[in-house]
Each structure stands twice: as C-alpha cells, then as structure tokens.
C-alpha cells in the first residue's frame, strides 16, 4: 500500500473527525479509509486514533505525528509547484487574516513585496484580534499565534516567537533588576487587561515546570501596544513578545531581564481550510512568510 496515500488519508481523517467524512471527501468507501488507518499503525507500531462509534480523537503519538504529516503533505505540494511553476504563475484573489499587532509589523510590510513579485495576484488583508471562521467569511488562510485549538483546519508552522520580560535603561537606573520570579512582586509591572477585570497573567518557566503569575502595578491596558510604548518611556516592567520587542533590545531602549526564567517559545502558524489542491497564491505566500520567519535577522 502506498505509504503517502496512508499519511494523506490519516490527515483527512484527522481533520475531518471521522472515518466517513473522510470517505466522502476522498470518494471512497468509509473500509478503505478504516483499512489505510489500521496498516499505517501496524506498520508504526503505535495508536494514532482512539475510535469510537461517536468519534475520532487524536493520541499522543497521533497528535505529534499529524504536523509532520501536514508538513510532508505541504512539503510535496510546493515541490510540484516549484516544477510547474515555471509554465503556471500565480493568480487570483487572497483572502488573508492576521492578529492585529503583529499583522501589522510582520505581515502587512510583506505584502508589497509579495505583490511585486506576483502581479496577478490581488490581497485582503484582516487585521483582528477576533478569531475568524474562515470557511464561512470566505477567507484563503489565517496567521495565528500560540497554541492552537483542535479543529478542522490544517496547520503550518512558520516560525516561533518567545516572550520575554523587559524594561527601559531609565526604569532599571532607578530599581534594581529583578533576579527572581519573586521580586517582580516588588516592581510596577505593567499589565495586560483582558475581559472581566481578569489579568491574563505573566507565564515563566520555573525548574521544569512553566508557571504563571499575577503581577502588579500602577497602569494596566487591554492594548499591547500602549503598554509598549509604557515600558519605552520608563514607567514600568513589561511581558512583552519577541517579535514585538527584538528591535528595542537590539537597539538598547529596552532590556530584557529574567531571561532564565523565560517560557518555552510558542508557534506562529498560518491555518487553512483541508483542501486537496491549495492554490498556488496561498503555497507561494505561505513559503514567502516561513521563508522570512525563519531568518533569525529578519527579528532583531
């Protein structure tokens, strides 16, 4: 049986939730797609999928072994896309969703480029810190950050971002930096607010555990980018990301501090709707962003 039809079904299966969607997606009957399942985990020796007659969920072998799976699928594509491109050139429209903040530093300034190089390709770019439904508002992709929910998109990961702890020279002149998670209980940290008065909290890794505290201060805001401009003009510590700050720290108006106690980095990944034939505009964008995340210049 082919190894890579066995992967693709596993993912169909993966994203579409059960043994029968995933049938009627790929126009065969639902034991074919039982008997592609039970010789890919006979041949890995493992159990990727826990079924039942309600539903399909992942194990943990499974859910580790589905991005690299998304990765070899989309890997493949690109490859036949990069032989026939030479006779086939990207066009159409591109429906594109970004979180705000970060779409507006790291995906709205790639646009342009991205136009140039592909006249005939045309982009909407939505910025929103909303999480959109892309197959019912009609959007190509989405770029999001962090971890992802479980659902019916296929993921890509293009890059990771880290979080880190940081503070104006002028700021650290007049307190001592802290040294341990406890003494930020002694500095005015400048927080994020979310919904109901709730503070999201500031997350560390502390011996081999990643803990989250709730820190204190005398101004807090439900934008990030004020608190940025806070933490530049000296009032305060602020939990800010990598992608958000590297600029600052490489110039020096800001200092990171904590640095080993900083949280593992979280991924930033570009989510589509399962589809066997992604257009070459949304293959070709995607590679144009993991290209560019993936150059460690590209961040400080």
Known sequence: MDRFKQIETFVTVAARGSLS?????????????????????????????????????????????????????????????????????????????????????HVAPLVPAFTVAHPDVSISLDLSDRM???VNEGFDCAIRLGELPDSSLVSLKLGENRRVCVASPAYLARRAAPQTLADLAHHNCLALG?????????????????VTIKVSGTMECSDGAVLHEWCLEGYGLAW????????????????????????????????FPQRRHLPLRVRLF???????????????
């Open 21 to 105: 969607a995933a049938a009627q997606a790929e126009g065969v009957a639902p034991a074919i797609i039982g008997r592609r399942i039970d010789a890919l985990e006979e041949r890995l020796g493992v159990k990727l999928l826990v079924r039942t007659t309600r539903r399909i969920t992942l194990t943990y072998e499974g859910s580790a072994f589905l991005e690299d799976c998304q990765r070899i699928i989309h890997d493949m594509q690109n490859a036949e896309a990069s032989v026939s491109a030479g006779g086939v050139k990207a066009s159409g429209h591109l429906r594109l969703s970004a979180p705000a903040g970060f779409g507006r530093r």
């Open 132 to 134: 959109v439904d892309l």
């Open 194 to 210: 979310a919904s109901a008065n709730q503070q999201r909290g500031w997350v560390f890794q502390q011996g081999d555990k990643v």
């Open 240 to 271: 800010r990301s990598w992608w958000e700050v590297g600029a600052d720290i490489a110039a020096g108006s800001l200092v990171s501090v904590l640095d080993n106690h900083a949280a593992p980095p979280i991924g930033i990944h570009a989510v």
């Open 286 to 300: 995607l590679d144009f962003l993991k290209h560019t995340y993936g150059n460690p210049a590209y961040w400080i």
